[in-house]
């Protein structure tokens, strides 16, 4: 109403039909494709945003991931050198 749209501009936005509209109006089973769309339309997805799932670690996840970040650090080893290496150098 606020967008002073009528029921058959919104279902073309949205690109479904004015009874599939008018199942979602009275409350009926419509799938969330279908809600997703029509708050698109309005400009009202945000509404969405209470069903976002925040993934949590837990604890014990948490705590292998620290002992994984504190493993000394391991240098490469280093190759003999030739002794024809050390003739060439001059001094």
Same mark, same amino acid.
């Given at each position: 109403m606020e967008q002073n749209k009528t029921q058959a501009m919104l279902a073309e936005d949205a690109g479904i039909s004015r009874s599939t509209l008018s199942l979602l109006e009275r409350g009926d089973t419509v799938t969330?494709?279908? *809600?997703i769309r029509v708050l698109r339309v309005l400009d009202q *997805?945000?509404?969405m945003d209470v069903f976002v799932v925040v993934r949590r670690q837990s604890p014990l996840a948490l705590a292998q991931a620290e002992r994984k970040k504190k493993q000394r650090v391991s240098f490469p080893k280093r190759r003999k050198t030739d002794k024809s290496d050390n003739e060439n150098i001059d001094w």
């Open positions: 969330v494709a279908t *809600l *997805l945000h509404i």
